[in-house]
């Protein structure tokens, strides 16, 4: 199995806002402790958002993070950063993402995604989160972290489902390619910047929000109509 390129007991660089962190604590006592507690769970979070997309798209991200030494992660997360789990993950992530372009394969592949994004989350989360109790981690990692997961990939499936609905399958491509693009782009943010992370989410929420009542109305049209 691949290794990751940092050596045993040596600590991985400072991320950007670790740098941040510690210019902005004023107590050196508390330097960039509670700050860095907060920024990861922040890039968790948006992780966990990008997982609601694709599943193996901020997983893959991760692993190259992890790899290049860009953000540290739990020991026990380590291995996320082997050339073998980079390698498996890169793979995975470009089936995912084929699959997707395929009508009524992707509702299919949606029955099965959901409960994988809610543990996909979770691990995501549980995997940057640093310097908190265990239970307060584990808690936070299956709310926050699944949590999220979850309803974005929910809202996803009902959209897709809508657009099945009302257009035979045809939009569905052009939805799973904007899916896949905000994931790239939400699990980049989330390892550069984790705050615009977080705002991106609660506008791709209201985004969902605004496009199921464009398509919920024509749904039941249609449906009508088949009556």
């Excluded at 390129?5 to 960039?32: A, D, M, N, V």
Aim: hydrophobic share 50%; with cysteine; net charge positive.
């Amino acid at each position: 199995m691949g290794k990751n390129p940092r050596k045993k007991g040596e600590k991985s660089p400072l991320h950007f806002w670790q740098y941040y962190c510690k210019y902005i604590c004023k107590s050196r006592k508390t330097e960039y402790i509670m700050p860095e507690t907060i920024f990861s769970i922040l890039l968790g979070i948006g992780l966990a958002a990008s997982v609601g997309f694709r599943i193996f798209v901020p997983l893959f991200a991760l692993s190259i993070a992890s790899y290049y030494n860009v953000i540290p992660l739990n020991e026990s997360w380590q291995w996320i950063g082997s050339t073998t789990a980079m390698i498996t993950l890169g793979i995975a992530t470009i089936v995912e993402i084929g699959a997707y372009l395929i009508p009524w394969l992707d509702n299919l592949l949606d029955t099965v995604a959901v409960p994988l994004a809610a543990l996909a989350g979770t691990a995501v989360m549980l995997s940057t989160m640093a310097d908190l109790d265990p239970v307060i981690t584990w808690s936070l990692a299956i709310i926050a972290g699944g949590g999220t997961a979850t309803a974005i990939k929910a809202s996803t499936s009902t959209t897709r489902l809508a657009s099945t609905a009302t257009t035979g399958g045809l939009a569905n491509p052009i939805i799973s390619t904007v899916e896949s693009g905000t994931s790239i782009i939400m699990s980049i943010l989330a390892l550069v910047a984790p705050v615009l992370a977080i705002i991106f989410v609660i506008v791709i929420l209201w985004l969902f929000f605004k496009v199921f009542k464009w398509f919920k109305p024509k749904a039941v049209s249609a449906k009508a109509t088949n009556e």
